[in-house]
């Protein structure tokens, strides 16, 4: 049976993102990924790389994974197609002290941002009707990078510095001995052999957790985007989160761009599974979309509407990651959750999470089990637990 220091089960951002930084430390790592690489929500991901976020740890966190989408080619190897639009968050009145918090935070940790009143805002936007924009933030150096290209680039370094990366084989069982994992086996029947292995499989976690008797509170929830062919002179150059209206848009290639929401309350969101959801988009959702943007950018009428998507989040109930050992069961970490943060903050969460698995170090609080047990989950600068972290 071939064995390693440690098994991942999940080859989305998290799952390569941790096997290279594994590999890079001498450590022997297995991917096991049941389809291809980002085959899962990674690769339906909009990519989007901000810092705004209420936690400091958080904060730190985008803040470190935006060095290394940066200087992607030095730290990892290929290309993650950074594209360093600027970022603009904007908020109507009922979350303008939670913006100036979160501003002050993050600027106490090193992040580029500023306030920046609605005037600002359409002068950076033409076009932009600002009403119900009390305030917002602006970051230059955030951005959005290619999901699918990371991964691959991610996985290929991986392998350079000698990791496994098996795809097309799915993980059946964990295979536990005297309260230790000792490996996991596949469909197949075939047993790879570990000290450690790490769960990292999206909103398939829950499923692989359960097998060691742990309910990982984790729900998988629909999120949905829609692709849309701007208005000709009017091509989007930020990425901006419209908290007033619910949504947020970033550039795409060529004359598109991406819609998708930041309401918590999403009707579509929280379904029973992670399989055998509509991958389709809602044509109901997609039309909410349009009259949202012919509000905030009138100029949309000479738009187009051209396609729309869902895919899934794998929410936490405070919408934060749990990076940590699995309670239980030695040798059993998680990394899960990320709630539609987890793109920008895998490169930072892999060295976390490395840290735990090889280090022994002890859990973030944020981002631990503990804080479910103990109810102690620390709310953001917003009205409520959201996508808005
Ligand atoms: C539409 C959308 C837009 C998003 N936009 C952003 C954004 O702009 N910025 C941002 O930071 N984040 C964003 N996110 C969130 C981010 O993409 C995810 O948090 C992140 O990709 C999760 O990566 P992951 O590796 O944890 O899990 P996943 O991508 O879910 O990967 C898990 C992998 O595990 C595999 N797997 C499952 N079960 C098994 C098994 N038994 N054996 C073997 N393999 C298995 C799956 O096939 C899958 O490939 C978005 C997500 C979506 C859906």
Redesign the pocket.
Known sequence: MPTSDVVI???????VALAHTLAGRGISVAV????AI?????G??????RQHYSHEVTARLALESLATFENFAETVGGDCDFRQTGFIMAVGPDREDGLRNNVSLQQRVGIDTRLISAQEVREMVPGMNTDGIALAAYEPRSG?AD?HATSMSYAASARGLGADIHTG????RLLVGGGRVVGVETTSGERFGADSVVI?????SPG?ARMCGLELPIRPHR?Q?GVFEAAPGHEPRHIFIDTALGMYHRPESGSMMLV?SVETAEADGTIPGPDNYAETADPERMEAYVERLLQRFPPMRDGRFHSGYA????VTPDWQPIVDAVPGTDGLFC??G?????????PAVAEMAANLVTLCADPEPLFSFGRFGANETAPGSYPEHNILG
């Open positions: 089960i999940g080859g989305g951002i998290n799952g096991l990924e049941r389809n980002a085959s899962g929500p990674t339906r991901s909009c990519g989007v790389i959005y999901a084989v799915e993980v059946e990292a499989a999206g909103p398939w692989l999120v985007i998708g895919s899934l989040y794998d990394v899960a990320s709630s539609g943060h987890g793109f920008k903050l895998a």
